[in-house]
Structure formats: C-alpha cells, structure tokens
C-alpha cells in the first residue's frame, strides 16, 4: 500500500515525496454497551490502517485524491470551505477541529487509501480521522496537541461534520493502540490503562454477517432509557454505580425487561474486569468464556442480538471455538472470535459453508492482529 500511494502521490503532486503516516482500525474484545452507562470497553488497534502520505503546499489550500474512492478534492480551511464529499469531511473536519481549539494547520497535498473494511465494524472512519489528526499535528503543531486531545478532535469531526453522534471508544483506540496490548477504557474517568494481549496458538477472526436490521424504533435510545430509568430508581448517576445486589432490591419497581437490560450492564462491567484478570495469567479459555457469557446477555438480556448473528455464535460453540460473540451494537455486523489455530480453518469453513447454506450469502472472515495505532511511517 505505502509504494502504491507513494507512486500516485508523485504522479499527482511531484517531488519532493512527504511524511507517511497510518492509523489503524480497531477491535472491542468485550464491554458492550457500556459505554454510555459509564463503564468499561476494552478495545485494541488492528493491523488494517489508513495510510497516508501528506506534504505541506505553502497556501490555504488541502488538496487530497482518495485512491480507494478514486476521487479528488480540494478545499480551504475556513468553516464555509467544507467539501460535499463525505469521505473529504473528516479530513476537512479534523482541519477545522485543531483550527477551533488554538492548533495550526496550513495547506497541504494528501494521497491515502486504506485497507480497513468500512462500515464492518472496525471503524474505518476513526482510523480515518486519527491518521490526520497525528499527521497534523506532527506537521504544524511540533506534536504539542495532548494525544488524548487528537481523539477528541476526531470524536469532534464525527459530530460536527460527519453527523454521527459517537462516544470516544473507537478514535482512542485509534490513537492509542499499542501492539500486542488491548486498552481498557474506563468511558467515565477516560482513564485507561493496557493489558497484554498475545495469544500464542490462537487466531482473533471476524466472522461479518452481512446483514443489518434496520429497526423501525431507535432500539438504541430505548437502551439507553432502559438504563437511565434504572439508574433513577437506584439513585445513582449511571449504572457503573449499581450492583446486582442494589439491582435485586428495586426489582418490584422496575419492569422485567428494564431489570434484564440493567443486569447485563452490570454483568458485563464485571466480564470486563474479569477479562483483565485472565489476561495477567495468559489464562485465554476464562477470555472466552466471557465473550460466550457477553453474547448470551446481548442476545437473552439486552435483547440486540439477531437470527444470523445468534447462528454463527451456536456454529462457533460446536466447533469448539474458545470464544465468541457479537461485537458491536448489535442487530447485524461481525461476531469476534478467538479460535485455536488448529481450530481455525474447520471453523472459517463451518461458519462460511453454514452461513450461506441457511442466510444464501457467504459472511465475511476478517483476520486481525493486535497492533499499533497512530504513528508516523517516514
Ligand atoms: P466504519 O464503521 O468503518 O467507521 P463509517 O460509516 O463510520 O464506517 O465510516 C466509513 C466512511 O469513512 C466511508 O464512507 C468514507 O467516507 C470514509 N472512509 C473510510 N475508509 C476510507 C478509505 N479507505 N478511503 C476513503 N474514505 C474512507
Ligand atoms: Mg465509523
């Protein structure tokens, strides 16, 4: 990929050649629908980026040419500069946030393309916004921006430019990632803190489902309700500060099906912790079984599961696989597994052949590797 966009950055904007920067994707292995309740995610950096190489112009003026979309854009660097090409917003985006928040930025040429599958669940966008972010502020600002400042500015492009209202798991992963290390995040306190993550004799591997249900109501603002009427009937801010014995004691208050939404948010803050623990001891077999626990509560508790998604967990299940689930807001998207390599072509071939049996089309399998974030190439 680097001599690729390095070929086509000479062919579009001459010599000199510029820095060349990437950021990756990302993983959650387990904390779902935490985040909002002010729990823990404990997401980790994948070996599929964005990769870009970027070179000062001296003007106000971005120039970017997207290989995968095979588009050029160029645009200025005031508010009513923004380009209509979607992919252009995040970078124009993440210009604008460092821009508002006192950072430099100055005309640039850009080439970038990616191999991060998008909108599958492994955040192409963040990986996206964090690429520039780094760059940028490796560029004009003498890297003076806090990092935890660049995943701000590309959760801010998200909001602001992007229309999509998302918390910080997926551009912290981005920044932050560390090979061979999954991140916990405490989305309260935005704490965190790394765990060694090197399965030796195990493969992580997405199984995408292809599907997404879309829903009539928002089921993720019923969520969310769920767990805040809870949260004030305990009488506590969010539900990372409730237990199952605080739960119980206002189980007649409450209907069913918010006790069941509350009870996993609670369960799953405890697999988060426990998963951690497991880690320190290399002790995988615990790792999976909390992912199959986290799965069964999405899909029996939570209630975000969906036919195709609840199949590949059972096919998983019997082939042995060590863990699995659902990863993501459910109702669609990927499953996460954790398979024994000699496990792992009888289970691709088990989950693929099955799938296409039943659903008429083959899932996607994504390998992934825990590797680095944002970081300068050359
Ligand atoms: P994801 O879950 O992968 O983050 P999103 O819909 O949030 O999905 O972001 C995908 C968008 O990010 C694409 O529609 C595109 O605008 C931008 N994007 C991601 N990867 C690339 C790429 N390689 N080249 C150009 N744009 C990209
Ligand atoms: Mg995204």
């Given at each position: 990929m680097q001599e690729k966009i390095s070929r086509i950055f000479k062919e579009k904007f001459g010599e000199p050649a510029g820095n060349i920067y990437a950021s990756a994707g990302r993983i959650n292995l387990i904390g779902e629908h935490t985040d909002y309740n002010g729990g823990f995610v404990f997401p980790g950096a994948i070996d599929k980026v964005i990769m870009a190489e970027i070179r000062p112009n001296d003007t106000d003026t971005v120039r970017v040419y997207s290989i995968d979309i095979e588009e050029y854009v160029e645009f200025g660097l005031?508010?009513?500069?923004?380009?209509?090409?979607s992919w252009a917003r995040y970078i124009f985006g993440i210009c604008r946030e460092i821009i508002k928040r006192g950072g430099t930025v100055r005309g640039f040429d850009t080439v970038f393309a990616g191999n991060v599958p998008l909108g599958a669940g492994l955040s192409s966008s963040a990986a996206l916004e964090s690429c520039f972010a780094f760059a940028l502020n490796d560029l004009f600002n003498d890297n003076k921006i806090d990092k935890f400042e660049l995943v701000l500015i590309g959760q801010a492009t998200e909001h602001n430019y992007c229309g999509v209202n998302c918390g910080i798991m997926d551009q912290f992963a981005s920044v932050f990632g560390k090979k061979d290390n999954l991140m916990r995040l405490d989305c309260r306190s935005r704490e965190y803190e790394y765990f060694p993550f090197h399965p030796k004799g195990y493969k992580l591997v997405l199984v995408d489902s292809r599907v997404k249900h879309e829903l009539a109501d928002s089921p993720y603002n019923k969520r969310r309700e769920s767990c805040e009427r809870v949260a004030r009937a305990l009488g506590v801010e969010t539900l990372r500060d409730a237990d199952m014995d605080m739960l119980l004691n206002v189980k007649d208050k409450i209907s069913d099906e918010d006790f069941n939404r509350a009870k996993f948010v609670i369960e799953e803050k405890e697999r988060v912790l426990a998963v951690c623990d497991a880690l320190l001891r290399d002790d995988y077999d615990t790792v999976g079984e909390k992912m199959y626990e986290t799965h069964q509560g999405l899909s029996?508790?939570?209630?975000?599961?969906?036919e195709e998604l609840d199949y590949l967990n059972d096919v998983a299940r019997e082939c042995g696989v060590t863990g699995s689930r659902i990863m993501g807001?459910?109702?669609g998207g990927c499953t996460i597994n954790l398979v024994k390599d000699d496990l792992y072509d009888h289970f691709i071939k088990e989950a693929t052949d099955r799938f296409e049996a039943k659903y008429g089309h083959k899932p996607q399998i994504y390998d992934v590797i825990i590797s680095d974030g944002a970081r300068r190439i050359s």
């Open positions: 005031r508010e009513e500069d923004a380009p209509s090409q029996k508790d939570y209630e975000v599961s969906c807001g459910g109702f």
